[in-house]
């Protein structure tokens, strides 16, 4: 039996292996000693490999503790100097932003920055309000251009600032360094996160935590967090170098509820300043709903409210409700509606683009399944041969907006990278989504040095691409070559991590009042997975647009409510509706679900194994 097997599960279900996330329980006991915790509490904080020294933090995470020295970061003295001298000598700023979730809010916190500015100027003081500039995807693509740049120096901003873009904006920054407002030369300062190559643009300064030479240990962050901490940077030289009184400087605490929305929709790792950034963001939010419309952002605000969400704000709400709204603006609509509605003051306005992004995101919705269906079509053609290591497909119109997700779509359906292309008058775009192991990022930028594609790059896990419909062939022939030896590998390695076993009984409010101390839960720091041996089914039903209503039986006859989603696109339905009286291995996440005021445990199944006799 491999080592670590959990349950005696080699191939379950869905073909991963179970393995418990936790290797020793001797780390587990000592933590449960020393703090004082619970055993359960204490394996699951075991199994995510945090430093004994670090637990309180990991527990309690807070700025104060987690925050570093804003200088640490490669040009931030420079950067916030600029920005400060810009403020104090009424200098207009323009922000050039992405069109995601992490470029909505980190365009937000500045222009929010400026107008708590003024506001606490009392009218003694005016600072210009920031213009800002958000690509169209569709017309533009990500990024600064020529055009961008020059929008903003029409307006006579004299410095702009890029936020989550710029690294690889070579010729846009020399184009704006060309520039002239008011008769002197435009600065262009980078905030991004992104990857950068050892030659930077040639800008006034460049903050990045993932430049090659900066040494700061932040690159973790999303752009809201190095504009965060960028804000925190301008707020000490506005101090130190110009005099404002701490009574005259915006409270960037207030920030963090953008800070975390950003944080969690760009899924990043939850761990260190991250995780501090989002704990305390969802208690500014949590403490804003107890205190109604005149607390708190009302962009959030409104945007919970048109998804109905009833109670606290949790990461969940933030990464799959609210953030998804967020980028419909971008995706099929407006592009600038996220940074308008989270940086508005007034409330209609937060109300009236809340209703307009949530139509938007229905027609995403509805755009996102059309493509899905013909996309999934063609992927199942592949199974009648022999599926590919790297699946690409593609087709005319297919709308840039939900490519990336749809390629999502396909790569967990069938574990393997996905590319997703659509084509124009113009040629092919496609997005990639890769799978643990595999480099997809790297494998694209190897493409475009070969001539296969006119352009691209990425991530490990995601990446973008443009080509010529003729280069097709080509390209898929490339990636299938690069990646066939690593997608084998990760596939062999295909495993699930469980964090322990319960029964129906064990799985109660009181467990999961106590898991709550793990919070926020996200990239770097998984919510529990925990398996129920050898649990009978009570009653199952289709529910929806092919998820699966079911309870679970333990041996003493206790009941567990259980939710399988998309059940019936991964066999779990055809499974589970013909058990006869089998009893399975289920595993999954225990949420708490709301209903009509009464609050249930609920197991959200990931998979199932059959039990072996």
């Known amino acids: 039996m491999a080592k670590n097997l959990f349950l005696d599960v080699e191939k379950s279900h869905l073909g991963q292996k179970w393995v418990s996330r936790l290797e020793s329980a001797e780390q587990a006991i000592a933590i449960a000693q020393k703090f004082d915790i619970p055993e359960i509490l204490a394996r699951t904080i075991a199994g995510r490999n945090v430093n004994i020294d670090d637990i309180e933090a990991y527990l309690s995470p807070t700025i104060r503790t987690a925050m570093p020295d804003p200088y640490k970061l490669q040009d931030m003295e420079k950067a916030a100097t600029r920005i400060a001298d810009a403020i104090v000598k009424g200098q207009k700023i323009g922000i050039l932003g992405d069109y995601d979730v992490d470029g909505a809010t980190s365009t937000a916190q500045i222009l929010r920055f400026v107008s708590q500015l003024n506001l606490l100027a009392e009218g003694e003081r005016n600072f210009p309000t920031p ?19 020059d929008a ?19 010729e846009p920054i020399v184009h704006a360094n060309q520039q002239r407002v008011d008769g002197k030369t435009v600065d262009v300062i980078i905030l991004d996160h992104h990857i950068a190559e050892e030659i930077l643009p040639n800008a006034f300064a460049v903050v990045n935590p993932n430049r090659q030479d900066d040494l700061s240990g932040l690159g973790h962050l999303a752009a809201c967090g190095v504009v965060f901490v960028t804000l925190v940077a301008v707020n000490r030289i506005l101090r130190e170098k110009h005099g404002f009184t701490a009574a005259k400087l915006p409270n960037l605490m207030r920030f963090l509820d953008l800070v975390a929305l950003g944080t969690v929709c760009d899924v990043v790792s939850l761990t260190g300043l991250n995780r501090a950034f989002v704990k305390q963001g969802l208690d500014i939010m949590a403490q804003g709903q107890a205190a109604g419309e005149n607390f708190g952002n009302m962009g959030i605000s409104s945007l919970a409210d048109i998804a109905s969400i009833i109670g606290k704000l949790e990461a969940y709400h933030l990464g799959y409700i609210i953030g998804p709204r967020i980028n419909a603006g971008g995706r099929v609509g407006d592009s600038r509606l996220g940074s308008v509605i989270l940086s508005t003051q007034q409330k209609d306005e937060a109300n009236s683009i809340a209703i307009r992004l949530d139509e938007y995101n229905k027609q995403r919705q509805n755009i996102e399944k059309t493509v899905l269906d013909a996309a999934f079509y063609q992927a199942d053609l592949e199974i009648n041969g022999e599926l590919p290591h790297v699946i690409i497909v593609s087709d005319n119109g297919w709308h840039q907006g939900v490519i990336g997700i749809v390629a999502g779509r396909i790569k967990d359906k069938y574990n393997r990278p996905t590319i997703v292309i659509g084509f124009d008058g113009n040629g092919g775009k496609g997005s990639g989504r890769s799978i643990a192991g595999v480099d997809l990022g790297s494998a694209i930028q190897k493409a475009v040095d070969c001539g296969v594609l006119i ?5 490990a896990m995601a990446a973008g691409l443009s080509l010529k419909p003729e280069q097709l062939a080509e390209f898929r022939a490339f990636m299938e070559q690069e990646l066939a030896p690593s997608v084998s590998i990760a596939r062999q390695n295909l495993s699930l991590k469980i964090d322990g076993a319960l029964t129906a009984s064990a799985a109660n409010i009181k467990l999961l009042r106590t898991l709550e101390k793990l919070e926020p839960y996200g990239t770097g720091n998984a919510r529990p997975v925990f398996a129920f041996p050898a649990h009978h089914i009570g009653f199952v039903k289709t529910i929806g647009k092919g998820h699966l209503k079911l309870s679970l039986r333990s ?5 567990l409510e259980a939710i399988a989603f998309g059940a019936e696109q991964n066999g779990l339905t055809k499974l589970l509706t013909h058990h006869g009286d089998k009893a399975f291995h289920f595993v999954g996440n225990l949420k708490i679900n709301r209903w009509q005021g009464r609050e249930t445990v609920q197991l959200q199944v990931m998979d199932v194994a059959e039990i072996k006799f």
């Open 131 to 149: 213009e800002f500039y958000i690509p169209d995807r569709q017309k533009e693509g990500y990024g600064p251009s020529n055009q961008a740049i």
């Open 152 to 170: 903003l120096v029409q307006k006579n901003c004299g410095l702009i600032v890029t936020v989550d873009c710029g690294v690889m904006a070579f």
């Open 455 to 459: 352009k691209g790059g990425g991530h």
């Open 555 to 559: 041996a003493d006859g206790s009941k």
